[in-house]
């Protein structure tokens, strides 16, 4: 399923949470796309994306089976399985609080590399900045510049 975009990705998990019945594409519609008017080929495009995703087809519709009509469907299994909490998930082990895990994607993880991007864009912006200044200067009709 790698590569398949948000609204597809949204539809497909809306299909799989009510696979225990058909749902109208109007349903669809409204709980992916709210308050958007959405074509039909808009639509049937996300749909052909899903089932491209999930080496699923129009003709075989072995995982999503289209109900002429009546709307939609998720006809695959689903295997779901329940995560046993461990003493080492939990945030209190015997009596003791556990301080919060740091969130690794708020770490830096080449700070060099992330101090160079800064100044690159910092010179970037100083560069038009600069250029903007100097093409302002140089379009106003009573400035000029004589050699003595």
């Known amino acids: 399923m790698a590569g398949l975009q948000l609204k597809p990705t949204r539809l497909l998990l809306y299909l799989i949470e009510h696979r225990e019945r058909t749902v109208p594409k109007e349903e669809l519609i409204e709980a992916i796309w709210p308050d958007t008017?959405?074509?039909?080929s808009t639509f049937t495009t996300?749909?052909?994306y899903i089932r491209q995703a999930l080496n699923d087809d129009g003709d075989a519709q072995?995982?999503?089976?289209?109900?002429?009509?009546?709307?939609?469907?998720?006809?695959?299994a689903v295997a779901s399985r329940r995560l046993e909490a461990t003493p080492e998930d939990a945030h209190q082990t015997a009596g003791?609080?556990?301080?919060?895990?740091?969130?690794?994607?708020?770490?830096?993880?080449?700070?060099?590399?992330?101090v160079a991007v800064?100044?690159?864009?910092?010179?970037?912006?100083?560069?038009v900045l600069f250029w903007s200044l100097v093409s302002e200067t140089e379009s106003e009709p009573g400035l000029t510049f004589e050699e003595r």
């Not at 008017?37 to 039909?40: A, S």
């Not at 072995?62 to 695959?76: E, P, Q």
């Open 96 to 114: 003791q609080t556990r301080p919060p895990e740091p969130n690794h994607w708020l770490q830096p993880r080449h700070p060099v590399i992330a």
């Open 37 to 40: 008017y959405v074509t039909e």
């Open 118 to 127: 800064g100044l690159t864009i910092t010179l970037l912006i100083a560069t």
């Open 62 to 76: 072995s995982l999503i089976r289209t109900f002429r009509g009546r709307g939609y469907r998720f006809v695959g």
């Open 46 to 48: 996300a749909i052909r």
